[in-house]
């Protein structure tokens, strides 16, 4: 006996299904919050003898509404970030005379404390749209920054990868108020926001043939070497920095890449893997290794 399905739940059904074939992103208007720096990769040998700054950006990708927000920018020790304001077009004034805020047409109140009384960094923004907390703001260039700021690399900063964020911890304010450090609504309900960190990538001097850069030189580089070589000499995949650095097995790609040139022909190939592996099966054999005289 055939049992029928009523035709509202089969549409019901059906709908569940399509909505749940959509990419999130695309079901919902979800705002990216997304903080960026002029330049992602620098070498300790830059850092040696000098600080350096880097501009950078917050955008505020498919806005969809924001009637007020607070928002922290952190750093990863020992990144500072400085010099933080809303982005701002000289040529144009606001209400007050001021530089016009670029991102927004008009706003409520704005605050950007970079460093309080106490001289500590807080880099705290504050924004409220305009009229009344209900009203939200409306977009005049989506194109351009909501905020700019400044990023210090300290002088003698060590390699490693290191993160700008907008932090969702809470402090507890001078009146003993818990605030959180991250809060966006539209019309008093939270806004769909995801958060989008930038990087900066410290990269240590290159050591021939340690293409993984964990400070050895065995088989793991050969098997580095070869996937790299697959990747993009055989699958001629589109090389970009994830899935090169997915290959190295290192976040430090152009340090990984000159360790991987192992016979210095200006290409990774499979000749640097064998060279490779013939070393590595060197020293796991106590013989003597040296680069110049493999082969002898």
């Not at 509404?65 to 701002?88: A, V």
């Not at 704005?110 to 009229?131: A, C, H, M, S």
């Not at 290192?250 to 640097?272: L, M, Q, V």
Request: with cysteine.
């Amino acid at each position: 006996m055939k049992h029928s399905i009523p035709a509202k739940f089969a549409a019901a059904v059906l709908s569940a299904l399509l909505l749940s074939a959509i990419p999130a992103s695309a079901a919902e208007n979800i705002m990216t919050f997304r903080l960026t720096t002029a330049q992602k990769y620098l070498t300790e040998s830059a850092l040696a003898e000098q600080d350096i700054v880097l501009d950078g950006a917050m955008y505020i990708d498919s806005y969809s509404g924001i009637t007020d927000m607070r928002l922290r920018l952190m750093t990863d020790e020992p990144l500072i970030i400085e010099n933080g304001d809303f982005t701002r077009d000289p040529s144009r004034k606001d209400i007050d005379g001021g530089a016009k805020q670029c991102f927004f047409v008009s706003h409520g109140t704005t605050i950007f404390t970079g460093i309080n009384d106490q001289g500590e960094r807080k880099n705290i923004v504050l924004w409220y749209g305009p009229g009344d907390i209900d009203t939200p703001g409306t977009v005049e260039d989506p194109e351009s920054s909501f905020l700019s700021y400044q990023v210090r690399i300290p002088k003698g900063t060590k390699a490693g990868v290191y993160r700008g964020y907008i932090s969702q911890s809470s402090e507890v304010n001078i009146a003993g108020q818990t605030v959180q450090d991250f809060s966006c609504n539209n019309r008093s309900e939270a806004a769909q926001v995801e958060l989008e960190d930038f990087q900066i990538v410290v990269e240590p001097a290159a050591l021939r043939g340690d293409v993984n850069c964990d400070g050895e030189t065995d088989v793991h580089d050969a098997q580095a070497i070869m996937i790299y070589y697959n990747y993009f000499g055989i699958l001629e995949l589109d090389q970009t920095d994830a899935l090169t650095a997915e290959a190295f097995n290192t976040p430090y790609i152009h340090t990984a890449a000159e360790a991987a040139d192992i016979n210095r022909s200006g290409e990774i190939d499979i000749k640097d893997a064998q060279m490779s592996l013939i070393y590595a099966n060197r020293l796991l054999i106590g013989a003597d290794a040296d680069w110049d005289h493999l082969y002898d």
